[in-house]
Each structure stands twice: as C-alpha cells, then as structure tokens.
C-alpha cells in the first residue's frame, strides 16, 4: 500500500512535515521518499516540475494520484485509510468544525510567519514592522485558543489534523527563535507534542545536526 506512494520534500518545510506526519499516523511507513535541496534549488527540477508545475515540495503521487498541496494530501490520507492508524477527523460535529477552522486558520500563521522569516516584497523598515505586528497578533490568537482547550490538550479535543497542520508552524516558529516566555501556551503546545512519535520520527533531519536554531523572532 505505501509502497505504491513517493514524497518529494525539503527539510524544515511545514508543509511537507505535515505529510510526513500524516503518513505516520496512518502506519503509512515504507514509502517512497527523497529530500531535495532547497538552497540549490532542486524543487525546481525536472524530477519536480513532471510532478508539481509549480516547482513546490511536497510534491507527493499514490499511484497515479496526485496532490501537491499539503492539506489536500493530508485529507486524502485520512479518507482513504480511515480505519487505520490514528482516526485524524473526530466524529462529533463540534470537532469536526474545529479541526477544520484551525487546519485552514494554520495555513495563515505559516503565511505570515513566511512573510517576516523569508521576505520576499517590501524589503523596507515599515514593512518589515508591519509584517511582524501582524505574526505578533496571529501569535497571540493562537495563546488565547489554547488558554480554551487547557493544559495538556490538542487544538479540537484528540489529535487531529488541526495539529497535523499547526505544529510543523509552531515548531518552526520556534526554531526561529520564538520567545518561549513571551508565547507561554505555544511553548507548552510544542513541548506536549514534540514527543509524539510521529512527529519524532519525521523531525527536520537539519534540525538535529544544528538544534540551536535562529534568532530571527527572539524579539517578537
């Protein structure tokens, strides 16, 4: 079954890791996988582009099927093997809702957590001051979401793929130096679930030959 399945990926990309977590999850191991090279630009290859036009990682097939995007792959994951591994959608309406709002509510803190790490436009001071003020109050909306769901817990009661999604960001945020003092809810989230054993299975093989990390939001 996962032998039919191949990902293309680059280390420390939270759209990749969230497939990689999902596959985990869904006891998908034994897949075909190849770490490309972001800095020397090998997601823009050939061996890409055939898959993904777009020159962007992941870029993942299951057979013939193929899906680029991370939350496409992530749900199709979870309908095609629903009674294998960990069930990624709770069945109650109520969660369901809520792990759809924050997997979706995930994409835009990796935007504008993208937006002040790698800036691409508006190179400028007062951009820059804008770009940060804005993943400074996405930050603090994440705080006031876990301050709901309390100690110890994920983002729509069980695990699920709002934090197949999430954390790759949380995690990443922090490797860039998030103040954990300043953001006590994430830190607490990060530390409840770096531990998982799909998400230790799949962590950044950079990340643990260089675990100190940047400082580019110690001031955040």
């Known amino acids: ?48 582009l055939e898959v993904n036009p777009r020159g962007q990682l992941p870029a993942f097939k299951h057979g013939d099927h193929v899906l680029n995007e991370s939350l496409a792959a992530c749900l199709y994951l979870e309908n095609q093997y629903q009674s294998q591994g960990t069930r990624l959608v709770p069945q109650t309406p109520g969660e369901q809702a809520l ?17 002040v790490i790698y800036p691409q436009e508006e190179r400028g001071d007062s951009a820059l001051k804008r770009r940060r003020e ?11 979401y876990l301050e709901k769901v309390g100690p110890g817990s994920y983002l729509a009661g069980p695990f699920s793929l709002a934090d197949v999604t999430v954390f790759p960001s949380v995690a990443f945020a922090f490797r860039f130096g998030l103040p954990a003092g300043r953001y006590p809810k994430l830190d607490e989230y990060h530390g409840l ?13 950079r990340w643990l030959e260089s675990p100190q990390g940047y400082q580019v939001l110690h001031d955040l």
Not at 99 to 115: C, H, P, S, V, W
Request: glycine share 6%; aromatic share 8%; proline share 6%.
């Open 1 to 48: 079954m996962a032998k039919s399945m191949s990902l293309l990926w680059g280390a420390g990309s939270p759209p990749c890791w969230r497939v990689m977590i999902a596959l985990e999850e869904k006891k998908l191991q034994g897949y075909k996988r190849k770490l490309l090279s972001f800095e020397a630009e090998e997601h823009k290859s050939p061996e890409v």
């Open 99 to 115: 792990t759809y709002q924050r997997m979706f509510e995930g994409i835009t803190l990796n935007d504008k957590l993208n937006a």
């Open 134 to 144: 804005a993943l400074g109050a996405e930050l603090q909306l994440w705080e006031k």
């Open 193 to 205: 679930l770096k531990g998982r054993a799909s998400i230790k299975t799949s962590w950044p093989p």
